[in-house]
């Protein structure tokens, strides 16, 4: 089993670019989320979803959309990439009745 | 709103000693999760233990323990013979509820441990 896959897992894009950010499992899981990791503050969720097309905001969604075509893709888009959106990214899944999280190996944007 | 609080930006400890990890939580639901992960440099997040809230005993995986504290709502990770490689950062997380609408996972801003030989 693959787990969770995340692609790229480094990219530097342009101010004002756009790019999706890919993440996949093949566990069956029903509940994926996002995840960005900034210096001193932790993971903090963006966005999640419990399902195939269900998707909801988490703690800091601005500048970020999602949509949950399938269970196994969750992909993450920036519109228009900013500087503050310079971080490492980790996508997470897990089924919604356990307790056990899988999250990818990460993504790590910079934005110039 | 839930909340998960490490007060210790960083922590050193010999090797082959033990450690406390120190996590404090906030929650008015019942049931909730309580994990710890542990985040090498090279960045991946690697699940160490879990704690639910019903559950009547402490957890312990290997070297690892939680010291769950349910009227003080602290979670402590407790790490014994403490090893080269347990130098990395660590989280502190806790799901509300379970099985239930979102299964969030909320994190504290981590605690970097040094082990020195």
């Known amino acids: 089993n693959a787990g969770v896959t995340q692609t790229p897992k480094f990219q530097v894009l342009k101010t004002g670019q756009s790019m999706t950010l890919q993440c996949a499992q093949d566990?069956?899981?029903?509940?994926m989320s996002w995840y960005r990791q900034d210096p001193g503050m932790g993971l903090r969720l963006i966005h999640y979803?419990?399902?195939?097309?269900?998707?909801d905001q988490g703690e800091v969604p601005n500048g970020y959309n999602v949509s949950r075509s399938t269970t196994e893709d969750f992909p993450l888009r920036l519109l228009s990439a900013a500087p503050s959106q310079t971080s490492v990214y980790f996508c997470a899944s897990s089924f919604r009745q356990g307790y056990g999280y899988t999250f990818g190996s990460g993504t790590r944007l910079t934005v110039v | 709103a839930q909340k998960i609080t490490q007060t210790q930006p960083g922590m050193f400890v010999q090797e082959k000693e033990a450690v406390t990890l120190d996590c404090t939580y906030d929650t008015s639901d019942p049931s909730y999760g309580l994990f710890w992960y542990k985040q090498p440099s090279s960045g991946e997040m690697i699940f160490l233990i879990y704690?639910?809230?019903?559950?009547?005993q402490n957890a312990t995986e290997g070297r690892y323990s939680l010291n769950f504290q349910k009227a003080r709502k602290s979670a402590n990770l407790v790490i014994s013979a403490s090893q080269l490689g347990d130098s990395a950062m660590y989280f502190c997380a806790m799901r509300e509820g379970y099985g239930g609408a979102t299964n969030k996972l909320i994190f504290g801003t981590g605690t970097l441990l040094a082990v020195q030989p």
């Open positions: 979803s419990v399902g195939a097309g269900i998707t």
């Open positions: 704690q639910g809230s019903y559950d009547q």
């Open positions: 566990m069956n899981h029903e509940y």
